[in-house]
């Protein structure tokens, strides 16, 4: 089987344990083909764990969830040296941030010293206890999720943070079709006494292959310029008003190297071989939603982060 259709196959295999989440599925592929990690915001009960779970089933890799709480500390994420009496030596017994795919829970529950744990494995790939440094998987990506409704208790996550996240994802309730499927599903499984072991599809080494499929893709010249536009248009030395007035602060280059990379693993999956306008826009939401700071009076008037992104892609001319 070659290497997109092992994907729709793994999408498919995916939404049908995932119903009415749809986009949060594609994300999650985006994420794998770029290399990246993403945020997921959502009501509780919207199948966030779930979701990654599913996917790590499938795959080959393994799995960790780790709840965030005020008391967690970043040995509980990194791992520990454990002293062996033995023969007087230390041991480092490694923790979940080794594992492939780590959901971090309610990443804005923890403090600021296992914020930044993590940070360093996101952004360098690599654990550092004491003097030494661990490299992590090849396969290492890290789905944060985040509850809108509760932020007594919480420590939000500071921009450099926000900013090592490749995609955004905002995701929504389903719609009642979708929740009758959700009813019928779960009655299934609670019926089901032996679950039945997920066949793997996709394997590392085809991973490897796709992601190089990606960064193969055509993106002509003018798309190029098209994308720096938009993240230039994000800043207060643009030359136009714009968007600009909204914004405390824009988006950086990080910004315009993951609308790339997530516009090439959108057009790839779709089947083709090159990127177009639409494919930049449709990424444009989840790479940069987090990436925008609002101003006061943005926020005083209401202005949400997608409501500034679209009068982005209006602003900015397309190609």
Same mark, same amino acid.
């Given at each position: ?100 795919? @780590? ?10 010293? #296992?914020?930044? /744990? !993590?940070? &360093?494995? *996101? ?83 085809? @991973? ?10 055509? #993106?002509?010249? /003018? !798309?190029? &310029?098209? *994308? ?83 009068? @982005? ?7």
């Amino acid at each position: 089987m070659e290497t997109l259709a092992i994907f729709q196959t793994l999408k498919t295999s995916i939404e049908q344990k995932i119903i009415g989440q749809s986009h949060l599925a594609n994300q999650l592929l985006i994420a794998m083909l770029a290399d990246g990690h993403l945020l997921v915001e959502g009501a509780p009960g919207l199948a966030k764990t779930r979701a990654i779970k599913v996917l790590s089933d499938f795959i080959e890799g393994d799995f960790h969830r780790v709840q965030f709480t005020p008391d967690l500390l970043p040995s509980d994420l990194t791992g520990v040296e454990i002293y062996r009496p033995q023969d007087g030596s230390f041991h480092f017994q490694k923790g979940p941030m080794f594992h492939n795919l @780590l959901l971090a829970d309610e990443i804005n529950r923890a403090p600021a010293k #296992v914020q930044s /744990a !993590l940070l &360093e494995a *996101m952004a360098e790939r690599q654990i550092t206890v004491g003097s030494v440094s661990y490299p992590l998987p090849d396969l290492f990506l890290v789905m944060a999720t985040q509850n809108p409704i509760e932020q007594e208790g919480t420590y939000p996550l500071p921009e450099a943070q926000l900013d090592r996240f490749l995609l955004h994802v905002s995701i929504d309730y389903p719609s009642a079709a979708s929740e009758k499927e959700i009813l019928r599903l779960s009655r299934a499984e609670a019926a089901t006494t032996t679950a039945a072991t997920p066949q793997v599809i996709l394997t590392q080494a085809v @991973l490897q292959q796709a992601r190089q499929a990606t960064l193969d893709m055509y #993106v002509a010249d /003018a !798309l190029e &310029e098209y *994308m720096v536009q938009l993240i230039m248009a994000t800043r207060s030395n643009h030359t136009t008003q714009g968007v600009v007035k909204h914004l405390q602060y824009g988006a950086s280059p990080r910004a315009t190297i993951a609308l790339d990379r997530c516009a090439r693993a959108h057009a790839w999956l779709a089947g083709r071989d090159f990127v177009s306008p639409e494919d930049i826009q449709h990424v444009a939401y989840d790479v940069l939603r987090h990436r925008l700071l609002l101003n006061y009076e943005a926020e005083a008037s209401g202005l949400t982060p997608d409501a500034v992104i679209t009068q @982005l892609i209006a602003q900015v001319a397309v190609p």
